[in-house]
Each structure stands twice: as C-alpha cells, then as structure tokens.
C-alpha cells in the first residue's frame, strides 16, 4: 500500500472515531491551506531565489485541558519549497542518469518537496462575542519527508521533475506563530480561518560537498472546517 493510500486510511479512521467520542474537550475540523514557501540560506556559494506557491490539507484537532486553552495537533499532506541559485559549481546527486548533475555558477533549483505533518501547538481561545471567536497559537511542526523532485534551471540544460531524494533530508522542525478567527454558523461547528509562520531550523537539503543550512520558511493562510 503506497504512503498516500495509508495516509488517506489513517484519517478516515481516526475522522470516525474521533467524531464519534463523547469527550466535550476534543474538536476535530478538516483544513486547506494555501501557502507561499521559500528557502533561506546561510551560506555564500547558494542563495534563495524567490517564493513559491504550495498548499496542504489534512485533520485538525483541539484538546482543551481548560475553558480557552488547548493542544492543538493533526495531521496533513504538506506540498511545499522553494528555489535555490546555486553561485558555485556544486555537484549534486539528482536522478537524472547515473551521474550527477553538475550546477555550474548561476544555475537555479526549485525543490518540490511532500511531507507529512505533524504540528503540535499551544492555542489560547477567546469565548464567543457573538457568532465568532479569535485564537492565537505557537508551537512546532514535525516534517516527515514522503517525496522530493526538482526543477533545474542551468546553462547545461533544463530539467523538470527530477528525482532528488538524496539531496533532501527525511526530517524537518519548524516553530510556527500565527493566529485566527472562527465564525460558528452553529453551536458547535464553525468555518475558520487564520495566517501562521512556520520557520523551519533543520537543513532541508543535504549535500556533502559544503556546510550551510537551507531552511523553509512559509507563509499559511489557514482554512477549514470545525465540528
């Protein structure tokens, strides 16, 4: 069974038995989130080379271990990114032959990378003033890499969708600040919507030939459904 049919399993699963506990403290929802991605980076030989456009989808859920305060958790499918100029020859091992590619100076890559995301945050919630509530929430965000490819913009050639597992990490780690507002269209269920920075600390890219440390950083402006 391939990861994505495991994932979709997963969460109907978890949906149905979630929806059906009686514990008043958990609230699940469904969300889309549309998002503009970029990579920064520390080091000379390569730079960031502007946004890119991604989303993810996926469960919400909110355990409340008082009246306006929870823990707030999921799980998504995240298609995220960014561009890299690389300003040095740079020998990366992407799957386009049995050899690597070879980045001369001034070629570009545009990383398309899929996680699966895990984020656990600390959400404070106002109570309703009249059919809305506002929140706020910080925490981090567990990126468990499930594919990597590549669009190379180079001097040699173009190439899209190139494989580029090897020169990704599986791992990631990002905190994430933002907050919201929840418009309840019932007693229980609402639509909400909300922006949130996600900065992530760990190299999204991997390659031995020089120390530096690409981090994806995303802008999300968050959606979804509550019940």
């Given amino acids: 069974m391939s990861v994505r049919r495991m994932f979709l399993l997963g969460v109907l699963i978890l949906i149905q038995q ?30 960031g080379a502007g946004t890119n456009m991604g989303f993810n989808f996926g469960i919400i859920a909110d355990y409340f271990f008082a009246e306006h305060y929870s823990l707030s958790t999921g799980v998504a499918i995240n298609n995220t990114g ?41 959400k404070m919630e106002t109570g309703k003033i009249g059919y809305f509530s506002y929140y706020g929430l910080f925490g981090v965000t567990n990126h468990i890499r499930i594919g990597a490819k590549a669009d190379i913009t180079a001097a040699a050639g173009n190439y899209s ?14 905190y994430n600040i933002g907050g919201g507002v929840i418009w309840y269209f019932s007693k229980s269920a609402g639509l909400t919507a909300g922006a949130v920075y996600n900065h992530c600390f760990i190299d999204a890219t991997k390659n031995e030939n020089f120390n530096d440390n690409a981090s994806l950083r995303s802008i999300l402006i968050k959606l979804g459904i509550i019940f």
Avoid at 19 to 24: L, P, V, Y
Avoid at 90 to 98: D, R
Avoid at 161 to 174: H, K, L, P, Q, Y
């Fill in 82 to 122: 960014g561009t890299v100029k690389y300003n040095n020859p740079t020998p990366l091992n992407f799957k386009t032959s049995q050899m690597p590619v070879r980045i001369i100076a001034g070629d570009k890559v545009r990383y398309k990378l899929q996680y699966i995301d895990i984020p656990i945050a600390f």
């Fill in 18 to 47: 979630l929806t059906n506990a009686q514990d008043k403290k958990l609230r699940m929802g469904l969300g889309f989130t549309p998002q503009v991605n970029w990579i920064k980076t520390d080091a000379t030989h390569a730079q």
């Fill in 161 to 174: 969708g190139v494989g580029c597992m090897d020169e990704t990490r599986f791992f990631n780690m990002g």
